[in-house]
């Protein structure tokens, strides 16, 4: 679909669009249409732009992964679809290798998102293997599979886009895990070790530019960041945000679209 440049929503209706081509391609699941719906309702609460205290759990996130023994970035359909080549550039800067880990998997599923990150300039991409597949004990059978070499040894899991239980098995397992997600109220940003409150299409590009800052930092300073986050006061701070956001809207002006 052509969307006229002039249209008020011309950004959200281009990611939109994304979203579905990848339906169309496979990339993107039927279920993963409805998650995306309900984050482009939350990044309406925050106003469609990246707030302060998200620039803070992204820089937390960033000094948490080059901290890590063994970071890896799990890849699912939409977050292929909407961002491979910045989460390609994410995975260079920070030299973490990207898994294609998806909640509804099936082997061909799992190649056509490969192939979408490879054609996004990735090189080693894991998951999918079967060589190196082990299990997740916890989970139902088709979300369980992950890589050995990947999620399954890593010490600090980064799953933008993940599901509660998911997350929650991962932190059994004695995982750090940093998740980003629009919903400061899902369980997946309640189990977190650091919730990003933020559109990945925001987050990620955002991601890499303080990724280039921070990957000359000293080993000191990145602890001090991550020993000064705490998840739950920064999830408070977003919902205080939005609050105060709804707040002002209520007792003021609602923010008018602009008539070309
Ligand atoms: P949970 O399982 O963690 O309790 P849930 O079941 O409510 O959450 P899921 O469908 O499992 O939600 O996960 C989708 C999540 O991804 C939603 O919370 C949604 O806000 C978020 N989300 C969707 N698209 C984006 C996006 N582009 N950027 C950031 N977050 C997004
Ligand atoms: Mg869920």
């Excluded at 059994?172 to 189990?191: A, C, E, F, Q, Y």
């Excluded at 990620?204 to 930092?217: F, R």
Aim: with cysteine.
């Amino acid at each position: 679909m052509k969307i006229p440049n002039g249209h008020p929503r011309a950004e959200s209706l281009r990611v939109r669009e994304l979203i579905i081509e990848g339906m169309h391609q496979d990339i993107v699941a039927k279920a993963g249409l409805i998650a995306h719906g309900r984050g482009e309702a939350f990044d309406y609460l925050i106003g469609e732009k990246t707030p302060l205290f998200a620039i803070e759990q992204q820089t937390a996130a960033i000094a948490m992964i080059l901290l890590a023994k063994k970071a890896i970035i799990s890849v699912n359909g939409n977050i292929a679809s909407l961002c491979s080549e910045d989460l390609v550039k994410l995975a260079d800067i920070l030299s973490v290798n990207l898994e294609v880990n998806l909640f509804y998997r099936r082997e061909e599923r799992s190649a056509i998102v490969t192939k979408k990150l490879q054609e996004a300039g990735a090189k080693n991409i894991l998951g999918n293997d079967p060589e190196f597949y082990t299990t997740i004990e916890e989970l139902s059978h088709s979300r369980r599979v992950v890589d050995k070499r990947g999620i399954f040894s890593a010490d600090v899991i980064l799953v933008p886009l993940e599901d509660g239980d998911r997350t929650m098995a991962l932190r059994r397992m004695g995982k750090k895990v940093i998740t980003i997600d629009l919903n400061p109220l899902s369980r997946t940003s309640i189990w977190s070790n650091i919730t990003i409150v933020n559109n990945v299409i925001r987050a990620i590009p955002e991601m890499v530019s303080i990724a280039e800052k921070l990957k000359n930092e000293s080993k000191e300073v990145l602890i001090e960041i991550v020993e000064n986050f705490d998840n739950h006061k920064s999830l408070q701070e977003s919902l205080r945000y939005i609050s105060q956001r709804l707040n002002d809207l209520a007792e003021g002006e609602l923010e008018k679209p602009k008539v070309e």
